[in-house]
């Protein structure tokens, strides 16, 4: 029987990418995850400005909270701007909460946010993560096996 193929989000506009994510850490599972947001921030976030790069999620009391997201003060908010950095609740299914409070707990993953963007129906979303990190040879070898990658296409495009 055929391996299925992973299910892909509907990303149609991208705001925030955390690249490192993939490089520092081993990706196991992924999660789309609704934004609860104030007025502003979703200003701000289709001015397409934002950052994840230090970020992390974690569950607090069965919730899922997106801490450290810097999604800076909307250029022409009036005194109802909203703060930067606050943690910011993430909208997932129950079940969902609970895997991952076992990954986390059990198995020693970590929750990474891997981009921030907008669905179809214009709704802010964030792609998550399962994530173990990745020791210092762990990242030599995934350097070692994409380049490979990379020269074993080219090598096949130039042989036909």
């Keep these: 029987m055929a391996r299925p193929t992973p299910k892909t989000f509907d990303k149609q506009k991208i705001v925030a990418e955390n690249r490192r994510a993939k490089f520092d850490y081993a990706i196991e599972d992924t999660f789309e995850a609704g934004l ?23 569950v607090r009391g069965g919730e899922a909270w997106l ?7 909307f250029s022409h ?7 930067p950095t606050r943690p910011r609740k993430l909208l997932l299914h129950a079940r969902e909460i609970e895997r991952m ?11 990474v946010p891997l981009s921030i ?6 709704r802010a979303k964030v792609e998550l993560a399962l994530a173990k990190g990745r020791q210092t040879k762990d ?13 074993k296409s080219r090598i096949m495009r130039e042989r036909g």
């Design 36 to 58: 609860q947001l104030q007025g502003t921030e979703v200003k701000a976030l289709r001015a397409g400005e934002g950052n994840i790069a230090e970020s992390y999620a974690e």
């Design 67 to 73: 801490v450290n997201a810097n999604i800076p003060e």
């Design 77 to 83: 908010g009036n005194r109802h701007n909203h703060t």
């Design 101 to 111: 409070v076992g990954a986390v707990e059990r198995k020693g993953f970590t929750l």
């Design 117 to 122: 963007y907008f669905n179809a129906r214009g």
């Design 139 to 151: 990242k030599r070898d995934y350097i070692k096996d994409r380049d490979w990658q990379r020269d």
